[in-house]
DNA sequence: GAGTTTGAAACT
DNA sequence: CAGTTTCAAACTC
């Protein structure tokens, strides 16, 4: 981890040393204040620095990358110091310690044995862990991978516990200076302060979080979406702890419940929490912003409360990347196994016996269509999935499915119990696995920009040496069947657009074959800092090349836009020599007809030529369009194909799951008044659930401005500031914007039109501060 | 697989 | 801003 990181996680330490919340806790019990450790450290800027650069990456899977990073980030800390550390018993709980201890062991042998031999420090902790649902999944190997994943876990039970803890602090802080109000109430009516201010920010981060990370293999991931966008914030303890928790994973029946909540408090217990968790820091930033003025034991509670809530909220980020990547990384390993029947099995930690190399890809948790562990594929290479023809949406479907089995090997990391032909093998199964009939795949595309950028996972890993020769012709096969090609730069470092990869913001990957590459994680300031550069000179450079523009039509009810009239590219062509009929036009690559920003001479674009036909907005092109659409709708089958290739349907959930990196990282306060919208989120699963296109629900006016809106890049808003915005600032002004976007994107024009980019720019803008302090202007 | 063509991106 | 160069993908043989 680097220094600054680690400077940043140390300095609020001291600081909630400080504080008078540190102190009461510390009068509580004799147990030592909390001390940053070395292994504490580096966990704590795992899980919150490195997290936070996670939810900055350009992918839009900050699970894995997270994922990586903790695993190479314990791998840099040195065994003996980390043992010796937590030997030293330097404030680490003993579940932490002995988990790093035994390197890797389950959780279930790391609470057992911290239960054989707490450390004074922690008399509590192990113990009440240990009451924990059985973990039998343990490691006999006692592979470090498992610690991770059981660590990243842990925190966040630890967190949620925390959390309880905090609370029960505040309840015992209350039940001594006051007169020992009903604890059950107080209990509950704490909860509700606990949770009730921010309901809203923390439904912010369950639904595409925990509703995934949660899916089982055979429940409607749409119901899980709505019922836990809807239902978590207000219960918590019911829905989470029953539904979810329920056999789906160890770690969750960490997860504060009433009961629990109701028993008696354990304060040594919740100081260790507090201890045990880093959590503090964050906590003690967002603390530090509310005022503990001289009345402290008044203004504790209010502080605490406030300061959990706010804390908690942080750590739901936190904890989201962690769900999430947990979610995605089932996909690799145990592709829809069935936790239904398996669910008592289904531990923190799966470690099969058979199984050398225990990974995190037999992690047990439930794949199912259409989860985030899909690919992102969007943005990426020209949008390549706006296609028409049915065999293009076969394509797309083997593109998905190919991105995946991309990120297979990506995801089982140095770890992987997979390795080479057996991994290969696998993968290929679990595409198989995967291949999904058309509404599924409509459902897939849906979240396949909340499903990261494959090539994130790639962070640290040693990408097997395979001649460039030979994964370029590997990519080249694949390209026609998964669509798996990644760039094959030499001279650029793929830091520049001309990297593929690069462009459609995802890190390179072991399919690249790229040479002295840069565009990696490990690169990542730079390829930030190339990108800002980039983006400076022209702020679409990362935007999706294909705009479309969707509309309400016809009342068929099928998703009637998706002529690729109704897409164009955001800058036009310049072709000469093609006529727009090869790959070198973008247009035709993004299977979008040129418009009258093309500059193209000879255009035969099948898609759709300039002549005749304006860029979107005008007039007779919307006749024209409304026209098609309706014409398509008699034809189903090419209507159906369009609506999965080109539905808006996958910019709505990629908007609405704040799936996107940038989303992602967008300020809590910022996130919650258009997404924390129990109802717009229900809308948008209703709908996925439906598979009607998101466009032709009226209601969804109103969620397509708030998709629109607040949470929407600038960029992706697809209005007129936008279209002013790009004509100013573009270096190449003349071809940068379609002159007519923007003058007739009125919210009223025909059901509400709007443009909305192709895909989202898998990098996260960099507007964004890369250390996450100030994430969005 | 090597070489060519092409057009976007970058540079001047 | 236009012209030129660089670059890598697409394409051809």
């Known amino acids: 981890m680097d220094t600054p990181e680690r400077s940043k996680v140390v300095t609020p330490i001291s600081k909630f040393e400080d504080s008078p919340v540190f102190n009461f806790i510390n009068n509580l019990s004799p147990i030592q204040p909390v001390k940053s450790v070395n292994a504490a450290q580096t966990f704590h800027s795992l899980s919150y620095a490195s997290i936070t650069s996670i939810f900055t990456s350009p992918h839009v899977n900050p699970q894995k990358e997270l994922r990586s990073l903790l695993r190479h980030s314990f791998s840099e800390l040195p065994k003996h110091e980390t043992s010796s550390d937590i030997d030293n018993g330097h404030g680490l709980c003993v579940g932490e310690a002995q988990a790093i201890r035994s390197s890797g062991c389950t959780v279930k042998c790391s609470l057992n044995e911290a239960n054989l031999d707490p450390p004074d420090e922690c008399p509590d902790v192990s113990s009440d862990l240990a ?449 727009c009929l090869k790959k070198y036009c973008e247009c035709y690559q993004g299977g979008v007809g040129c418009s009258v920003s093309c500059r193209c001479e000879g255009c035969k674009n099948a898609f759709g030529r300039k002549d005749g036909i304006s860029l979107l907005g005008d007039e007779e092109f919307d006749q024209e369009e409304e026209k098609n659409a309706c014409e398509e709708t008699d034809k189903p089958d090419e209507g159906q194909q369009n609506a999965n290739i080109q539905t808006d349907i996958p910019q709505f959930p990629e908007n609405m799951s704040q799936s996107t990196p940038t989303q992602d990282f967008r300020p809590p306060q910022t996130l919650a008044p258009t997404v924390g919208d129990s109802s717009q989120l229900e809308s948008c699963t209703t709908l996925r659930n439906c598979d009607i296109p998101l466009p032709q629900c009226g209601k969804f006016g109103s969620l397509g401005k708030s998709i629109l809106g607040d949470d929407t890049p600038a960029i992706l808003r697809g209005n007129r500031s936008l279209i002013s915005g790009v004509k100013a600032s573009s270096p190449n002004r003349k071809r940068v914007s379609p002159p007519h976007i923007g003058t007739r994107l009125t919210p009223n024009h025909k059901g509400g039109r709007k443009l909305i980019l192709k895909s989202i720019p898998s990098f996260p803008s960099l507007n964004t501060d890369v250390n996450s302090e100030n994430p969005m202007k």
């Open 131 to 579: 009451k924990s649902e059985p973990c039998d999944g343990g490691s006999p190997n006692h592979n470090i991978t498992p610690f991770y994943i059981a660590r990243s876990d842990l925190k966040w039970d630890v967190s949620l516990d925390k959390r309880k803890g905090l609370f029960l602090t505040q309840v015992e802080h209350q039940d001594k200076h006051d007169s020992k109000p009903n604890e059950e109430e107080l209990t509950q009516c704490g909860w509700e302060n606990l949770i009730g201010d921010d309901a809203d920010n923390l439904l912010i981060f369950d639904p595409s979080t925990e509703a995934d990370a949660f899916d089982g293999p055979n429940e409607n991931s749409q119901e899980n979406d709505v019922k836990l966008c809807n239902s978590f914030p207000s219960s918590l303890q019911r829905d989470v702890a029953d539904d979810v928790a329920e056999g789906l994973q160890l770690n969750v029946s960490f997860l504060p419940c009433p009961e629990e909540m109701n028993s008696v408090p354990d304060v040594d217990h919740i100081k260790e929490q507090v201890e045990m968790d880093q959590t503090p820091q964050i906590f003690l930033e967002n603390f530090q912003n509310h005022s503990l003025t001289s009345d402290r034991n008044h203004k504790l509670d209010y502080g605490f409360t406030s300061g959990i809530s706010i804390a908690c909220k942080v750590e739901f980020q936190q904890q989201r990347g962690t769900r999430r990547r947990c979610l995605n990384f089932e996909v690799p390993g145990v592709p829809k196994m069935s936790l239904q029947s398996d669910s008592t099995s289904h531990n923190l930690i799966s470690c099969p016996s058979d199984e050398e190399h225990p990974s995190v890809d037999s992690h047990p948790v439930p794949l199912r269509a259409g989860s985030p562990c899909m690919l992102p594929g969007i943005g990426l290479h020209l949008n390549t999935l706006a296609k028409t023809s049915r065999d293009k949406l076969l394509t797309r479907g083997a593109m998905l499915s190919g991105r995946r089995l991309i990120s297979m090997p990506s995801s089982a990391g140095p770890l992987s119990p997979f390795t080479g032909q057996e991994h290969q093998d696998k993968s290929l199964s679990i595409q198989r696995d995967l291949e999904l009939p058309g509404n599924e795949i409509q459902d897939l595309m849906i979240v396949q920009n909340d499903a990261s950028e494959v090539p994130a996972l790639t962070y640290g890993e040693d990408l097997r040496p395979i001649s460039p020769k030979k994964k370029r012709r590997k990519s080249e096969i694949g390209s026609e069947s998964d669509s798996c090609k990644r760039c094959n730069c030499k001279k650029s470092q793929c830091l520049k657009l001309y990297c593929e990869c690069f462009a459609a913001g995802v890190f390179c990957v072991e399919p690249c074959s790229c040479q002295g590459c840069f565009n990696k994680p490990i690169h990542q300031e730079k390829v930030l800092t190339t990108r800002k550069q980039i983006e400076s000179r022209n702020p679409i450079a990362f935007a999706p090349k294909v705009i479309r523009a969707s509309e309400s039509s016809c009342d068929t009810g099928e998703d009637t836009n998706k002529t690729p009239a109704s897409a164009r590219h955001k800058r036009g062509c310049n072709c000469k020599k093609s006529s």
